[in-house]
């Protein structure tokens, strides 16, 4: 057994990384979401939905229309995505959900569904409410399949920072092009492993389980409507309790009703109403990615070792010699310790054609706690990372420097991220100066703050309480 990081040797552990550190030769049992692409407020994460939603559209028109062929020949294009590890397979990655025939029953299941032909379906994920025979691998496979271009991007950068070396002319496998409403493929450049090429798949797209599930659309939606029917009516199901309360039992309406993907459908098309409840509900109950403790739990592998992250930083001699070995550690404790409200760490990134550059940008996709509020307050959907492995206090040029790669468009907020500041009332006042010119906001953290953060995550704190420190510097700077 070797996950990534261990056949390639990177010294780092899953809390540290990106994407989903994997073993090379088996399943991890966590699930590409299409909803979790859409929270993504990326270029990236938008080009996926459009993708999926383009070929989701395509198959369904064609469903529609009786061009059955065309979308049997879409659908069996399909393969199994071994080369993420991701899914159900027990052993070693065989794409248990599917394979060429699984792919054939995907068809099957399509077209001889009332909910395909009826024009029920806006979304691939509404197919595993109402669709016999799709279920979450399958949909995670379907994706993972569509998205298989994006991924390949993804894979490529991630590979050049972290060091996995790549090879050439590779069979991308199917991808799917929108203009042309077809699939190709083309070589490429991907890591390869004893089992095969592989796929890098960002931590933050993944879960447990599928946001939209079957049996709770059947209990909480489709129940409850056909007790409210059954009381309206005042039918034979309803019961008169003491007191003149009268109820229907859950275990009544299922005996006259039935369960499963055929009753939700039936129940739907009499009242379509109950699908858009659904959809708009889950529109505002947003689940977060997987935390570190989960990922052990699913990986068995070691929670965050926040003393040695902490300890690869705060261990560093001062000056130029070591700025690249302390921006590397910097990134992979703010990579574990940011998780999962900042993803795709981007080291030196150009901007200004190439005229300036960003020691690390980090995209903000935070669902609650500091960043979140900051997203929803302030121009931040990029935060930046400058790194200063000095020995004396920075100042103003520091400033300028950071608050000079701000814009409108790619964001206002950055830490600046120290080794010591021996008059941080001084450089608070700076800071402040800069937020009040209207130039952006910025916080700093040197090695001690940085200690109380670890201390925080360390102790279980709460996210209000891991943020205090960021929140209170924030706060500084209006006042």
Not at 215 to 230: G, M
Not at 399 to 415: A, C, E, T, V, Y
Not at 459 to 464: D, F, R, T, V, Y
Request: hydrophobic letters at 35%.
């Amino acid at each position: 057994m070797a996950r990534i990081s261990e056949h390639f040797r990177l010294h780092r552990d899953q809390p540290s990384l990106d994407f989903v550190d994997v073993d090379i030769a088996k399943d991890l049992r966590v699930f590409v979401d299409p909803r979790a692409l859409r929270l993504l407020p990326t270029d990236w994460g938008h080009e996926c939905v459009a993708l999926i939603q383009d070929f989701f559209s395509t198959v369904m028109t064609a469903i529609r229309e009786g061009n059955d062929s065309f979308a049997k020949r879409l659908l069996q294009n399909l393969r199994e995505p071994n080369e993420t590890h991701l899914g159900l397979s027990i052993a070693e990655s065989r794409g248990r959900a599917l394979g060429h025939e699984s792919a054939g029953d995907v068809w099957e299941a399509l077209s001889q569904s009332e909910a395909a032909r009826s024009g029920l379906l806006e979304d691939l994920e509404d197919t595993v409410l109402l669709v016999d025979g799709i279920s979450t691998d399958i949909i995670s496979d379907i994706t993972t399949n569509i998205i298989r271009q994006p991924l390949i991007h993804y894979t490529q950068a991630a590979c050049a920072w972290y060091g996995i070396p790549l090879t050439q002319d590779i069979d991308s496998g199917p991808m799917w092009d929108p203009g042309n409403q077809n699939w190709f493929s083309e070589y490429v450049d991907l890591p390869i492993v004893p089992s095969g090429k592989l796929l890098l798949v960002p931590k933050v797209i993944v879960r447990r389980r599928l946001e939209y599930d079957a049996d709770e659309y059947y209990r909480h939606y489709i129940l409850e409507h056909l007790r409210s029917v059954e009381l309206a009516a005042n039918s034979e199901l309803v019961q008169t309790l003491r007191r003149g309360r009268k109820r229907v039992t859950k275990k009544s309406l299922t005996e006259k009703y039935g369960r499963g993907k055929e009753v939700n459908l039936r129940e739907t098309r009499k009242e379509p109403s109950l699908l858009t409840r659904y959809r708009d509900a889950k529109k505002s109950m947003i689940r977060p990615p997987l935390d570190h403790e989960t990922f052990a739990a699913e990986e068995n592998t070691p929670e965050p070792d926040w003393d040695s992250l902490l300890s690869d930083v705060v261990s560093l001699p001062t000056g130029q010699a070591n700025a690249n070995h302390y921006e590397r550690a910097i990134e992979s404790l703010l990579s574990a310790l940011f998780y999962p409200s900042l993803s795709n760490p981007q080291p030196q990134r150009q901007i200004h054609q190439g005229r300036k550059r960003i020691d690390i940008t980090y995209t903000n996709v935070a669902t609650r706690g500091f960043f979140q509020w900051l997203g929803q307050h302030f121009a931040a959907p990029h935060v930046f990372v400058e790194c200063k492995n000095y020995t004396d206090d920075p100042a103003n040029p520091e400033l300028d420097q950071l608050s000079g790669r701000f814009s409108s468009m790619r964001g206002k907020f950055g830490l600046l991220v120290c080794r010591t500041i021996a008059n941080k009332e001084l450089f608070a006042a700076r800071c402040r100066d800069t937020a009040q010119d209207d130039r952006g906001c910025i916080v700093f953290l040197d090695d001690a703050d940085l200690g109380d953060l670890v201390g925080l995550r360390k102790n279980g704190a709460s996210i209000q309480e891991q943020y205090e420190l960021l929140k209170s510097r924030m706060d500084s700077l209006m006042m």
